[in-house]
């Protein structure tokens, strides 16, 4: 656990008023690797709605830490990201999270702390609060409803910091992707069938054919795809000569 | 309205059980440009909760399309993108929102329409669902804690899309970043400045002059912030004479 970056990355609420948001954000960390919640002056939070939201991540908000003023629930911090969604004084250097992410990363890759700081759901952050902030963050929005949800703001700056920290490995495909000689026997075979299922006569062939490849090489084909499509050919070719018959296996 | 490609994003909800959810999701949809939300077989939605959770964005719930199957809400799309947080079979595909957002903007700039489908909180999508989808979309997340809450999920797959929409404005700095002259000024007045008030001698003054500007280069500095700085060294060098009388204006 305390090897990755990630575990460095702290979220700090300040002063949130409700307890279902709570538990979204510890919901929303776990999501994204991360699970050092600090909470700054909270309103007298309802916990039973905050575990309901957070779901499995209960552990998130058992584990959150509570400071009077974000200025102790930063004093750790080597980088202070604050968000804002307001324009105006101090709040000129704002960049999107996912211009942050990197910074954010590099700090905590060097052993630093980072918080990341989400003010009260109906004002945000006072100018006050965000002088205390090194970064400021601004999530890209429609200016006609520019305002985030609390829990949607920490979801967009969480997923931006853990999809650049590389630790999700995506899905890969099982199945190589077709090599040329490969595909060129399944077209052959469908060419034979196409013929056999009198599709089509020889003066047509080679435009048909054409059209047949542009189909199939829009996208990627793997090895799979193309032994289904060899299949289906030669299914094609055995009902032909049989009747329609179901096929041996 | 109609030019945007984001008017040809469609978010679907499938069977979605929770109003609060819904509400949610429309308020998501909004901060990222986005109006067209279709719901299909819902349950018995909780439409107070909805408006609640919907914030400023009651015009997404109300304009909202109702259809008794999936099929029926994605009948006019021509891309069909289903996230799953699971995965098995059907699943293979599965690429990450930033991975398709491009491939949706493409299409939605084509003129066609695109769908991105969430399945129920508890369940997703099955795989008849997903069999009619033509990308799968898997969202990055921590294998310990993989599944999002239905509106963080559609948040992501928006916000991915949003961005890569180019529609956003980043705020940019209204004064320009200072040139190398300006600077230089303003080290010579700092440099004279720490000489009056005694803060260094001959001796240590280049090196000195040398971390003031290690320190001063490692971010940006704009035009403002030179002309805050050479300020604050006029001011110096004025008080070092007047014994810290407040100086003229």
């Known amino acids: 656990m305390g090897t990755s970056p990630l575990d460095r990355i702290r979220v700090v609420l300040v002063a949130p008023l409700y307890g279902g948001n709570v538990g979204s954000v510890c919901r929303a960390m776990a999501n994204c690797g991360m699970s050092d919640l600090a909470v700054a002056a909270p309103a007298d939070l309802d916990l039973n709605e905050a575990r309901m939201m957070a779901c499995h991540a209960t552990h998130v908000l058992d584990g959150r830490s509570t400071f009077a003023t974000l200025a ?119 060419e034979s069938a196409l013929f056999e299922i009198g599709f089509m006569k020889e003066d047509k062939a080679q435009h048909m054919m054409l059209g047949l490849r542009r189909i199939l090489s829009r996208g990627t084909l793997t090895e799979d795809d193309v032994k289904i499509l060899m299949g289906i050919a030669r299914q094609a070719k055995w009902a032909a000569r049989n009747g329609g018959q179901p096929g041996p296996e």
């Open 72 to 190: 102790e629930a930063v004093a750790d911090c080597a980088a202070v990201m604050g968000t804002t969604a307001r324009r105006g004084l101090y709040r000129q250097h704002a960049r999107t999270p996912r211009e942050w992410a990197g910074k954010a990363l590099e700090a905590a890759e060097s052993g630093s702390r980072v918080a990341l700081v989400f003010g009260r759901e109906d004002k945000g952050l006072t100018n006050e609060e965000l002088a205390l902030c090194t970064h400021i963050v601004q999530i890209p929005s429609d200016p006609r409803c520019p305002s985030l949800n609390l829990a949607q703001a920490v979801m967009v700056c969480c997923h931006e910091i853990f999809v650049a920290s590389g630790t999700f490995e995506p899905q890969t495909e099982k199945s190589a992707e077709a090599p040329s000689a490969l595909r060129e026997r399944m077209f052959e075979l469908w």
